[in-house]
């Protein structure tokens, strides 16, 4: 099964590294019950899907700018196939519509490949911070939906903006967060550990 899988996803990654681009127009299947159902009703939805299409383009084109080797195409593949799969949830959420979760993945999900891929200038200079002894290097993009990429132990993680009863905070993989408020500024890299006091390094800006 592993081997199948592997040859499916690596014919995917050549499929779609082999052309310049995707269809710059979605090819969506309207049936009733689908979630191509929602975007097709929705012109705002059909915006941020053609959107997330010409998005994903960017990362292609820049995946082979940098050279990046075969696995790491084909981890591109598979970390966007995956998020197409997951939009199927919206149909079955209770505390709000298809089209409101659909739009919040849209939103989000470019906002990502945004920060990741650097297609948008951030919104200022990296702001480096010592968290319990550790080095951490956090950076504000200018996206749709405000996100922050985390550096750590040559780990680099894009945190997304997230309800918070106080301050802002930014929820990144595995419950993991950074939290700022005022002139605090902590950062959770262990959901079974206590957050991380952070102090600014020099060059950081005034708080």
Known sequence: MRLTFSFALTAAAALMFAQPAFATKPLLDC????VDQVLCE???LMALHQRAITTINRVITKAEELKLTAPEKEQIVGDHSGWLASRQNCLDVIDTTPKECLMQMYTTRVAELEAQWWLVPPTHSPETYTCGGETVK????????????VEYEELRSVFKAVPAASGRKYEGPFGQYWWTKGSERMFLKDIDKDPLQCTGAEGNRPL
Do not use: K, M
């Open 31 to 34: 049936e009733a019950g689908t």
């Open 42 to 44: 929705n012109t705002e």
């Open 138 to 149: 956090v950076t504000y993009f200018q996206t749709d939906h405000p996100v922050v990429t």
